[in-house]
């Protein structure tokens, strides 16, 4: 049985390899290969672990874990980073490839609206590449796509989708198991 928990910094080498792994599987021809090619996760767990270390601002990590604690995903959430879309940001929602499709996104995301409705948000929202295929999950959660823009990464300008739920009780409802376990709208689907 997946476990989801609040990330310590003893995760963070676990969430940088994560991270590198699911853009390197999700971003091929939507990022530069070189690009992809050159992330270092390393580097980008250290980002993880200031964050964790910072405990600023309301944001929280989240780690989906094996029975033998191994972590095989993670979202993090936090205030938005802009006044004007929602109260609350989901930054991040990663799951390793081989550990996708089994209920782990949405549990995740539950985590993550949960951590945001404590702190006082009463929307939520994300960004998400718009070339990316994970746009399907995040609208099968009640997500509504709120605006687009144009973004630099990797040298590459990209198109990213803002996603939102107003109020926040909509993505708390869609990610909410049953008694017996299961989840509304089709089953465990997605991330």
């Not at 995740?108 to 949960?114: E, F, G, N, P, T």
């Not at 299961?182 to 089953?187: D, M, V």
Request: with cysteine; aromatic share 8%; glycine share 16%.
């Amino acid at each position: 049985m997946i476990q989801i928990r609040r990330a310590r910094p003893d995760d963070a080498a676990s969430i940088g390899a994560i991270h590198r792994i699911s853009w390197q599987d999700s971003y091929p021809g939507i990022l530069p290969d070189a690009y992809l090619a050159g992330l270092d996760q390393r580097r980008i767990g250290a980002g993880y672990l200031r964050s964790m270390l910072r405990r600023g601002g309301g944001d929280a990590i989240f780690v989906a874990c094996t029975p033998d604690g191994t972590a095989v995903g993670f979202a993090s959430a936090g205030r938005a980073r802009r006044v004007g879309i929602a109260d609350g940001e989901i930054d991040t929602l990663y799951i390793l490839p081989d550990w996708q499709d089994q209920g782990i996104g949405r549990r995740l995301m539950r985590a993550a609206a949960a951590h945001l409705s404590v702190i006082g948000c009463n929307s939520a929202m994300l960004w998400v590449l718009s070339a990316n295929g994970a746009g399907w999950f995040y609208r099968r959660l009640g997500g509504r796509p709120v605006g687009q823009e144009r973004i630099a990464v990797g040298g590459r300008q990209v198109e990213q989708t803002a996603v939102l739920w107003d109020p926040i009780t909509l993505l708390m409802e869609a990610t909410a198991a049953d008694r017996g376990g299961s989840f509304p709208k089709g089953g465990q689907g997605g991330g």
